[in-house]
T-cell receptor, first 116, second 113 residues
């Protein structure tokens, strides 16, 4: 299965600043996704990162707040813009891979952001 | 109605017992169902997938799917303290041109030694 590297693994940020999270995969993948997991909560899909076109955002998430890049089939970035304490969360990059003939989702280790 | 619902728990079982985790979903056309395990501070890892009605067994884990009832469950036999984690049910949903995975809130399992 794919190996996903995310960085930073954690960061402490000041209110009003922006932070970019990088996701690198060791093989070419078609589908890449960004999820958020707020403290004590489950995973919420932010957007699908599309290679060569604009990301597809889920309800409640907008490009101005969470701009996403996908320059190729192995790399994506998620920026959390103009951060507030409510953005404190774990942000997870995930990719869809084929295992035993089925499409399954594999996750990176996540980036834990704390906004002061 | 939430798309994927789980009892948040905690579900506490003694070591060696069977742990039963349940999940219901709202999208009748969903075809793929997954159980992820998430240890505290770690990212989710896939433990079971199921696509057809009935049971699917893998070691101590059995996934059960009933599409008519929109219900999927996970049984863990001979539960071990190392099984203590949050178990996330995930359902594939068609959103626009893309299939996407929607997660339940997770059930916290505590296996007591």
């Amino acid at each position: 299965s794919a190996v996903i590297s995310q960085k930073p693994s954690r960061d402490i940020c000041q209110r009003g600043t922006s932070l970019t999270i990088q996701c690198q995969v060791d093989s070419q993948v078609t589908m890449m996704f960004w999820y958020r997991q707020q403290p004590g909560q489950s995973l919420t899909l932010i957007a699908t990162a599309n290679q060569g076109s604009e990301a597809t955002y889920e309800s409640g998430f907008v490009i101005d707040k969470f701009p996403i890049s996908r320059p190729n089939l192995t790399f994506s970035t998620l920026t959390v813009s103009n951060m507030s304490p409510e953005d404190s969360s774990i942000y997870l990059c995930s990719v869809e891979v084929i295992e035993t003939g089925a499409n399954v989702l594999t996750f990176g280790a996540g980036s834990r952001l704390t906004v002061l | 109605q939430k798309e994927v619902e789980q009892n948040s728990g905690p579900l506490s079982v003694p070591e060696g017992a069977i742990a039963s985790l349940n999940c219901t979903y709202s999208d009748r056309v969903s075809q793929s169902f997954f159980w992820y395990r998430q240890y505290s501070g770690k990212s989710p890892e896939l433990i079971m997938s199921i696509y057809s009605n009935g049971d699917k067994e893998d070691g101590r884990f059995t996934a059960q799917l009933n599409k008519a009832s929109q219900y999927v469950s996970l049984l863990i036999r001979d539960s071990q303290p190392s099984d203590s984690a949050t178990y996330l049910c995930a359902v594939n949903v068609l959103g626009g041109a893309t299939n996407k995975l929607i997660f339940g809130t997770g059930t916290l399992l505590a296996v007591q030694p």
